[in-house]
Each structure stands twice: as C-alpha cells, then as structure tokens.
C-alpha cells in the first residue's frame, strides 16, 4: 500500500498517484451505477490512452484487491435462510443449518470434471471490520485533534451543546473509566434501519444497513455521511425481525473485544501508540428499530451495552 501511494500513475504523471487514482474509480463506479464489464472496458481504454509504463490494474478484480488492501473490504459470512443461525464459528463448514437442516445453498454446480464445485449461497452478510475503519481516525494528525474536541475544545458552561454534556455521557464515563479515562476511545451511536434498494422495480424487497456514529467529533463533522461508518449491510428479502441479534453478533463481538483488551493504535497529533478501546454510547432509531437494538441487543451483550442503552431510554 506504501509503494502504491509513492508510486506515479504512469511516468511523469504529477496529478495522481496509483492508490489515489484506484480508489477513486470504484467510487466512480458506484455513483455512476456501472457494471463490472463497463468497469473493465474504461480500464483497458484508460490503459491504451495513457502513455507505456501506466500501472492501471486491468481488471475489476484488481482493482478491488487495492481497496481492500487500504481496510476498506467487508467479509462475507453466508446465514441460513430462516435467520437461525450464522455459517461461523463452528458451523462455517456446514452444508445445512443446524436447526432448521435447510439447505445453506442456493444451487451447486460442478465442473465438467467434477473436481471442482461452485455453489451459491441463500443469504450472505456483509460485515465490514470496524477495528481498522476505527484506528484509521488517529492517522491524520487533524482528525486524530478533532476525536479529543469533546474533552479539550468544547464549551463546558453548564448548557447542552454537544452530547458530551448530557447526563448520559457523564454516567456512562463514570460507570466505565475503561472509556472515560481517555478521551480518544470511541463513543459510538448505533443506528439501523430497512430500505428498498430496488426503489419501485420490487417493492417487497427490503435491505438493513447498521451504521456507527463517532459522537468524539465535533457536533458539525460527527453527523456527516463521511463519518458515517457502515458495519452490517443484512440482507434481504424479508427483515429478519426478532432474529435481528443473529446478524448484529460479529459487531457486537468485535465491540466486546473492542471494550476490554482495546487495539494498538498510533495517534498521529501526539506520535505515540496508544490503547484505542470502544463502546456503544446510544442508538439512534425509529420506533419498529427499537426492539431490534434495545430489546434484542442486550440479550447477548455485556453489561456495559445493556447500561449505555437504558441509561438513554431513562434519561429521555
């Protein structure tokens, strides 16, 4: 990732390096609603335009290998189609659910020689890692100034300004100096909701994105779709309902580990490697979302969940 950021999109190129320039076409792509081939035809275009010696990747494919390369990926971990259960952690090698024994795929073919097999799997969960989306706030040495605005920069006249001034923040800190005692650890807002990404084409369609808010951010930056961090997209085509804490469990155990052991994390503004820890602060919902995050959450969350997210029902 070092080289590619070093490295001229093709010789004596002074505008755009090769990891600048590969990062902006996927995103390109998804506003422009392309299509892998459409993907693949620009990128042979862009390779013969350009002068000899360009590293364009040349295929899609490659492309995204270089996103992931910069933490940007998601895993993809297959869900048995009545929301029992997920293929992981015991089960990942399992053709069928263990307890409603459906079939996990959705068709399987082999190879005319029959040594290989490709299959398609019923649903698939997208869970993009939240550790390294989170240490990469402490990279630049401006943002990794901004996560500290909450302890060092906001007015404390005794008035509601931000989040960080509510009694819910000052309890929660109280209750978990594992968090209060740096201002830098996380404070997350959870928020979920189901939308139709077919708009009118299949209105019975509906998918459920779970993104995570930094309230450590200024109340001007936290709130904006940059900062925005996508955890979970849960699949459709029916909302999983009151199986939503199958699809919210590798969140919740990354946030687990999150909480007690932390990750070494560099903070640029300070040049130093600090214990990076994180927790849910609050959660942000319509009325149907409640039971998912409030009543469905804590039935396998710590203690430290379970108190951030009455202490907000209480406080309201």
């Known amino acids: 990732m070092v080289d590619d ?27 422009g609603r392309w299509s892998d081939k459409s993907f693949d035809m620009v990128l042979e275009l862009l390779s013969d335009a350009f002068p000899k010696g360009s590293v364009l990747p040349k295929k899609f ?11 940007l990926g998601y895993v993809n971990i297959h869900g048995c189609e009545n929301d029992f259960v997920l293929f992981k952690n015991g089960f990942d090698k399992d053709n069928q ?22 299959r398609v799997p019923k649903k698939v969960l997208r869970y993009f890692p939240i550790k390294k989306r989170l240490q990469r706030y402490f990279v630049s040495s401006k943002t990794a100034t901004d996560m500290r605005w909450h302890d060092e920069q906001r007015t404390k006249d005794g008035l509601i300004r931000c989040p960080a001034d509510a009694i819910f923040w000052k309890d929660f800190d109280s ?20 939308f139709n990404p077919f708009r009118m084409t299949r209105s019975t369609y509906s998918i459920w994105p779970v993104f995570l808010i930094p309230y ?15 955890s979970l ?19 919740v155990d990354n946030l687990v580990d999150m909480y007690y052991h932390g990750v070494k994390t560099f903070d ?6 600090f214990d990076l820890h994180a927790a849910i602060l609050c959660t942000i919902h319509d009325f149907p979302g409640l039971k998912y995050l409030i009543f469905m959450l804590p039935s396998f969350a710590p203690s430290f969940v379970r108190s951030a997210i009455h202490s907000l029902v209480l406080y309201n």
Do not use: Q
Not at 6 to 31: A, R
Not at 268 to 273: L, T, Y
């Open 61 to 71: 494919n490659e492309a995204k290998k270089i996103v992931k390369s910069i933490g």
């Open 268 to 273: 640029a503004s300070k040049s130093k490697i």
């Open 233 to 251: 997209l849960i699949p459709g085509p029916k909302a999983p309902g009151g199986d939503m804490d199958v699809y919210l469990e590798p969140l």
């Open 175 to 194: 209750k978990h100096p594992l968090i209060g005692n740096d201002s830098r650890n996380f404070r997350l807002a959870a928020t979920i909701d189901g």
């Open 97 to 118: 659910c263990p307890k409603c024994k459906t079939s996990r795929w959705k068709s399987e073919k082999k190879s005319p020689d029959g040594k290989r097999v490709h």
């Open 5 to 31: 950021d070093n490295t001229e999109l093709y010789p004596g190129c002074k505008n755009f390096l090769k990891l600048c320039f590969v990062v902006k076409l996927p995103h390109i792509k998804l506003l």
């Open 216 to 230: 450590n951010l200024p109340p001007w930056m936290c709130m904006k779709r940059p900062n925005f961090i996508l």
